[in-house]
Nanobody
Framework: QVQLVESGGGLVQAGGSLRLSCAAS????????MGWFRQTPGKERAVVAA????????YYADSAKGRFSISRDNAKNMVYLQMNSLKPEDTAVYYC????????????????????WGQGTQVTVSS
């Protein structure tokens, strides 16, 4: 069965950096696309970034562009989210998600398009 385990969250001051990691196992379907999403109380879960199997195609939410970087190491079954220049509004629970291959150059960005989720890791950015 698919298992996604996030780590690396914590408390950081505004302007600081964090690197989230997602350890994936049981991804037996072809070309899994991986994504990072976040959610705050009272708001819907929203995409932060997503990456294709090869790493050649990525998607970033506008809020993440220029500050966050998604990467993956398929040999280690790991996905990472490097977050720099963090802001208080980045405070959220961050989730790792996976889904099968979606087609050439396609990296879905809607939570409903992902079928496998981790438990989440809390990121808190203090001002």
């Amino acid at each position: 069965q698919v298992q996604l385990v996030e780590s690396g969250g914590g408390l950081v001051q505004a302007g600081g950096s964090l690197r989230l990691s997602c350890a994936a196992s049981g991804l037996t379907f072809s070309g899994p696309i991986m994504g990072w999403f976040r959610q705050t109380p009272g708001k819907e879960r929203a995409v932060v970034a997503a990456i294709s199997w090869s790493g050649g195609t990525t998607y970033y939410a506008d809020s993440a562009k220029g500050r966050f970087s998604i990467s993956r190491d398929n040999a280690k079954n790991m996905v990472y989210l490097q977050m720099n220049s963090l802001k208080p509004e980045d405070t959220a629970v961050y989730y790792c998600a996976a889904r099968p291959y979606a087609g050439i150059g396609r990296v879905p960005s809607e939570p409903s398009q992902y079928g496998y989720w981790g438990q989440g890791t809390q990121v808190t950015v203090s001002s």
